[in-house]
């Protein structure tokens, strides 16, 4: 199996990409991390530094960022850090069906590593009815949720925090994942797509998913159907890194064929 992991600039991120293309990555990247640096920016999209500065002057006209010397911050980020919320509840019906199957494949006494995510805290919120699970998870709020079941065991890495998944990254994070050994992991993704593979916004977690990778046994990705075909900035690695895909309904027919030809056991949630 391919262990690999990769970094890509997605959809001409090299010099001469639409402005609109750059700036929608620049916003998914802020999304991801909560902020952001002109310098890390200009060196991922292979451009100056001052296009960059005016890329965040257009994007904080939009008022979900704002500027600050040498980059720029999520506007969202202390609100939703305060309440303990997710930045991205969309299709969270579509998740709600995911999170319950994936929880119903879980057996009592397992040891289990959840990914931070809105479908993986899903995953979680199914789990209450479980007994004797040992989760290991990266994700603050689920971590929360998970350690008020009273036979649960329930570890965290340590490392940086991260305010938009309310999770911890960084070496530490990875360092930890190195010395761990489970039976299933609950892997989330910003894209998925049988060609390229799974897809992120930014570059920070990528270490961090490929040691999580590396600990599990078994990889279940648990992402909803508008994922699919939907291309983000930077590269983990092909389908081989997963055994089985989880998603809902809305995955085409030809998705789906396309999916198992490439050997991956796919599970619909209805």
Do not use: C
Not at 63 to 80: C, D, M, W, Y
Not at 165 to 185: E, H, N, P, Q
């Amino acid at each position: 199996m391919a262990r690999q992991t990769k970094k890509r600039q997605d959809n001409g991120s090299a010099p001469g990409m639409l402005s609109t293309v750059r700036r929608q990555r620049i916003t998914e990247w802020i999304e991801e991390e909560g902020s952001a640096r002109v310098r890390d920016l200009a060196k991922a999209f292979q451009v100056t530094e001052a296009t960059i500065r005016q890329d965040l002057e257009r994007l904080e006209e939009t008022g979900r960022i704002t500027r600050e010397h040498g980059g720029a911050f999520l506007n969202s980020v202390p609100k939703q850090v305060a309440s303990h919320a997710l930045h991205h509840q969309v299709e969270m019906e579509k998740k709600q069906k995911i999170g319950r199957l994936a929880a119903s494949l879980v057996q009592d006494g397992e040891t289990l590593i959840l990914d931070a995510g809105t479908t993986t805290t899903e995953v979680a919120n199914g789990l209450a009815e479980h007994s004797n699970l040992t989760v290991i998870t990266n994700a603050l709020n689920i971590a929360m949720t998970l350690g008020s079941v009273s036979s649960f065991s329930v570890h965290m890495p340590g490392g940086e925090f991260k305010p938009p998944t309310l999770s911890l990254t960084g070496d530490k994070s990875v360092d930890y994942f190195g010395d761990i050994l489970a039976g299933k992991l609950f892997l989330a993704t910003a894209g998925v797509e049988v060609n390229r593979g799974l897809t992120y916004p930014s570059f920070a977690d990528l270490r961090l998913k490929q040691a999580m990778i590396r600990a599990a046994q078994h990889v279940y990705l648990v992402a909803d159907s508008t994922k699919i075909n939907r291309p983000s900035f930077t590269l983990l690695g092909d389908l081989s890194l997963v055994q089985t895909f989880i998603t809902d309904d809305g995955i085409s027919d030809k998705d789906a064929k396309e999916f198992e030809n490439r050997g991956i056991e796919l599970l619909i949630a209805k």
